[in-house]
């Protein structure tokens, strides 16, 4: 019973992403004919049986960008990062849909040392840290059993040396895939739908507007009260926004 289970999971899975792939040419085909709409609503039923990748979401936000749809392009290049981070293609595509947004925020400065952290625990994403952490956990595993087994005293101070390099990897690698798996826990960026929001010093429609944001501009989620988001924006500024009015990224 269990093995018809398991063949019919397996069936099932295979024709999925048959279908899935057959969607992603169809789509891909309508794309390179200028049938935008056409790519969006296979690339979206794609999504809606479940399958999601960065390839996907890059896709469809190229194909929003044609359409000069400067929101949900910017979503899902965004998207798109949060699967594969610093890659060069969509870096680059959703700095051009960027610039198409209206609202000119500056960041807020960080110190040298702060940068340099960042650029270096952020250039893998946290499963890609501890992929990198059990690949040379495995390493230190092989290179202490080749110490052991050599008769030659420099084999050995050569094998133990390196193992204790490949340790010191792993752990490095483990100790960044906590801290970017911690920040990626607490970050909830979202992006503006709306095509102008009024951001609420308060949660309700009656306190005093604190500023103003376009659509394509992300904010990072802090809070939420009712029909009321609390966001922050690159220059730190936080304030109340509708719910309806911004999609969060993290929705997969």
């Known amino acids: 019973m269990k093995k018809i289970l398991f063949i019919g999971i397996l069936l ?3 024709i999925g ?3 899935g792939e057959a969607l992603f040419n169809r789509a891909t085909e309508a794309y390179n004919a200028g049938d935008y709409q056409k790519a969006i609503d296979n690339y979206l039923e794609i999504l809606e049986d479940g399958q999601h990748s960065a390839e996907l979401y890059y896709n469809l936000g190229n194909t929003y960008y044609k359409l000069n749809q400067i929101a949900p392009s910017i979503y899902y290049y965004e998207k798109a990062l949060l699967l594969k981070p610093n890659d060069v293609e969509i870096t680059n595509n959703l700095a051009y849909a960027q610039n198409m947004t209206l609202d000119a925020i500056d960041t807020m400065p960080e110190t040298g040392l702060s940068k340099i952290y960042q650029n270096v625990v952020g250039f893998l994403s946290f499963d890609q840290w501890a992929y990198v952490g059990v690949v040379f956990m495995v390493l230190f595993v092989l290179l202490y059993i080749a110490f052991y087994y050599f008769r030659y005293s420099s084999r050995k101070r050569i094998a133990f040396i390196t193992s204790i390099i490949t340790l010191l990897i792993c752990i490095v690698s483990v100790v960044f895939a906590f801290v970017q798996y911690n920040k990626f826990k607490a970050d909830r ?3 503006v739908f709306a095509n102008e929001s009024s951001v609420k010093s308060e949660p309700n429609k009656r306190s005093q507007e ?3 944001l376009h659509e394509g501009t992300k904010v990072n989620v802090l809070d939420e009260l009712n029909d ?7 220059d730190g500024t936080t304030g109340w926004i509708p ?3 911004i999609k969060l990224l993290k929705d997969f």
């Open 17 to 19: 992403y048959a279908q």
């Open 210 to 212: 604190a500023f103003a």
């Open 189 to 191: 960026p979202a992006i």
């Open 228 to 234: 009321w988001k609390k966001i922050r924006i690159a």
């Open 243 to 245: 719910s309806e009015d």
């Open 12 to 14: 099932i899975t295979v």
